[in-house]
């Protein structure tokens, strides 16, 4: 597998919305479940959704569902999180992790860079 890379992160208003993408080059990027975590100033990684190889199962944590949708393109090799309704305790650094289907961060061997996401007025 190869480090994957997110991007689309940025300063949105309460209520607006972004669309976070993450890339992994790579023949089996198809072959692995893959997750979004974020982690704020002073606090844990906290897991946020997951997909599965596939696409076709996903689970949310309860304060980002509803809000939040999960997906990819495994034409691609790219995941995406989609982010409504957004609120300013939705600030922190968002990652994209590879490798599983999981909830717990400790389970994925492969993360990105991280990107910036601010929600402030």
């Not at 790579?26 to 479940?33: D, E, I, L």
């Not at 906290?46 to 599965?52: M, Y």
Request: include cysteine; charge should be positive.
């Amino acid at each position: 597998q190869v480090q994957p890379v997110e991007s689309g992160g940025g300063l949105v208003q309460p209520g607006g919305s972004l669309r976070l993408s993450c890339t992994a080059s790579g023949r089996t990027f198809s072959s692995y479940g893959m997750g979004w975590f974020r982690q704020a100033p002073g606090k844990e990684r906290e897991f946020l959704a997951i997909i599965s190889a596939s696409g076709a199962r996903t689970r949310y944590a309860d304060s980002v569902k509803g809000r939040f949708t999960i997906s990819r393109d495994n034409a691609k090799n790219t995941m995406y999180l989609q982010m409504n309704n957004l609120k300013p305790e939705d600030t922190a650094i968002y990652y994209c992790a590879s490798g599983g289907y999981s909830t717990n961060h400790f389970d994925y061997n492969y993360w990105g860079q991280g990107t910036q996401v601010t929600v402030s007025s």
